[in-house]
């Protein structure tokens, strides 16, 4: 049999509230910078997230991973300690990160590659809008 390596993508969705904030800027660059993000009360965003997992198809199973076990690492890694959350105060890796789209991106691949087996390679589409998105690694 010939291998073939290919992704399959599992879309999911989650909410949560941010504030973008750079403690050692002052609160006029932080308003500049970040404008209305910045809001000291924080705001929210409906995220669309999907996880595209890259490997060779699997001879016994005819697949590259079960969908059923990608489904509950994004459930227990990502789903459950960020939806409906405040990202800065709830999310012990957003301490002392900015919860930005982009850092937001990076976390997620850090929680899923820690329970993805390591022969599979994992990429992050995360939508903030559904006119802004980031894609990680790239």
């Known amino acids: 049999?010939?291998?073939?390596?290919?992704?399959?993508?599992r879309k999911e969705h989650f909410n949560a509230a941010?504030?973008?904030h750079n403690p050692n800027w002052s609160l006029e660059k932080n308003k500049k910078v970040f404008g209305k993000c910045n809001n000291p009360?924080?705001?929210?965003?409906n995220y669309d997230l999907e996880v595209t997992i890259i490997g060779e198809i699997d001879i016994d199973t005819g697949y590259v991973i079960d969908t059923k076990k990608l489904s509950r690492y994004i459930k227990e890694e990502i789903l459950?300690?960020?939806?409906h959350k405040n990202l800065n105060l709830e999310?012990?890796?957003?301490?002392e990160l900015n919860p930005t789209v982009e850092n937001i991106a990076i976390v997620i691949y850090n929680r899923l590659e820690k329970v993805i087996p390591?022969?599979?390679?994992?990429?992050?589409?995360?939508?903030?809008t559904p006119r802004n998105f980031v894609e990680y690694p790239y």
Not at 80 to 83: E, H
Not at 122 to 127: E, M, N, Q, R, S
């Open 41 to 45: 009360n924080f705001h929210g965003h």
């Open 118 to 128: 390591n022969n599979l390679e994992i990429k992050i589409k995360l939508y903030e």
């Open 80 to 83: 459950d300690p960020f939806d």
């Open 1 to 9: 049999m010939l291998k073939h390596k290919l992704g399959i993508t």
């Open 18 to 20: 941010h504030r973008l």
């Open 91 to 95: 999310v012990p890796e957003f301490t």
